[in-house]
């Protein structure tokens, strides 16, 4: 892979641990009763479920290789959850949200920092000295 195909790439998985990091943020010192009350909070977690989904379907059409490489990155979910959220409007099941935040997005963030990790000693390793 060229270095700026590698660069690309680093940057959509670094966008979805942004995504992450800002929904941690947004919802830290929630539970789900306050979540579920709080539109702005709901707004911002949606968003950035939007940008997690929107970096996953880059990678699966711009890397496929590495997609299929990376089975453990749940891009496809991720990217049709975004289509759920994006053209869903008003009907958003809210709990399903909370419960993604609350499961699977520290699941997500673990991994996709694992790969992170690997590609880039993979990548030191490959360069020459």
């Not at 099941?93 to 992170?116: G, N, S």
Request: proline content about 4%; overall charge negative; hydrophobic content about 40%.
């Amino acid at each position: 892979m060229k270095e700026s195909d590698t660069a690309r790439l680093f940057g959509y998985l670094t966008h979805i641990l942004q995504a992450i990091d800002r929904i941690q943020d947004y919802t830290d010192d929630l539970d789900e009763v306050a979540f579920l009350q709080n539109a702005m909070a709901q707004d911002a977690v949606i968003r950035n479920l939007e940008v997690i989904g929107e970096a996953s379907r880059n990678i699966r059409q711009r890397y496929p290789a590495f997609a299929d490489a990376h089975p453990e990155l749940p891009l496809a979910s991720a990217y049709e959850m975004r289509n759920v959220l994006a053209h869903g409007y008003f009907k958003v099941d809210l709990a399903i949200v909370w419960q993604t935040l609350e499961k699977d997005l520290p699941e997500l963030q673990a991994q996709t920092r694992a790969v992170i990790e690997t590609e880039r000693l993979e990548a030191e390793s490959d360069s020459p000295d």
